[in-house]
C-alpha cells in the first residue's frame, strides 16, 4: 500500500489544499493529512479546530485519514511508514522554500521523495494568510475555502470585534 503524508499548518484549510488532497489521493492508496502542532508558531485556529475543519471539507474523499504531527516530520514519515511527502506548490516564490524542505526531508529520509502538486490556475492566489488577512477586514472569501472554513473565519473575527 503506497501511502502519503500531506503535512502543514492548514490554519486553515482552503480550497487550493482540498484540490491538492483530492487530486493526490487518486496517485496513492492512502493519504494522511497531517497538521503541524508547533508550539513556536502562533496559529488563528486550534489544532481541534483545524482537524475539524479539514474532517468536514474532506469528507468526500475516501482513502483520506486527518491526523496531527509535533517535532521531526521525518520521524512521523517513518512511524506512518510513509513513501512521499505531497506539497502543493503555486508560484517560484512557493519554490525555494519548497526546495530546501525537500532537500533537507531527503537528506534525513533518502527512501522518501516530495511529490509536488502544482496548483489549479484558479488557486493560484489562495494561501491560509491572505484568506485570513482579506476576512480580518471583512472581505468575502466566500469562494475561496470550504464551507466550514467560511463559517468559522465569520465567527471568529466576529468574537474578536465585539
Ligand atoms: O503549511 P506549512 O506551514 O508551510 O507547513 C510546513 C511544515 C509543517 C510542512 C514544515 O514546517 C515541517 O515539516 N515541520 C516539521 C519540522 C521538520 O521536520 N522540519 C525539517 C524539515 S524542513
Known amino acids: 500500500m503506497r ?14 489544499h482540498v484540490d491538492v488532497l483530492e487530486r493526490s489521493s487518486k496517485i496513492f492508496d492512502r493519504i494522511i493529512i497531517a497538521v503541524v ?18 474532517r468536514q471539507s474532506s469528507a468526500h474523499i475516501p482513502n483520506v485519514e486527518i491526523d496531527c504531527f509535533s517535532g521531526l516530520l521525518a520521524n512521523y514519515l517513518i512511524e ?10 503555486r508560484t517560484v516564490t512557493d519554490f525555494e522554500y519548497e526546495l530546501h524542505m525537500a532537500m533537507m526531508n ?9 511529490i509536488f502538486i502544482t496548483s489549479n490556475k484558479n488557486y493560484i492566489f489562495i494561501s491560509s494568510s491572505t484568506v485570513k488577512e482579506a476576512a480580518m477586514v471583512g472581505g468575502n472569501v466566500e469562494s475561496l475555502v470550504p464551507i466550514s472554513v467560511n463559517e468559522a473565519l465569520k465567527q471568529k473575527y466576529q468574537v474578536s470585534i465585539s
Open 3 to 16: 501511502v502519503a503524508v500531506y503535512p502543514g499548518s492548514f490554519d486553515p484549510i482552503t480550497n487550493g
Open 37 to 54: 502542532h508547533n508550539v513556536t508558531k502562533k496559529a488563528m485556529f486550534t489544532l481541534e479546530e483545524r482537524v475539524d475543519m479539514i
Open 80 to 89: 506512518k511508514q510513509a513513501c512521499a511527502i505531497i506539497r502543493g506548490l
Open 106 to 114: 531527503k537528506e534525513l529520509l533518502p527512501d522518501i521523495d516530495t
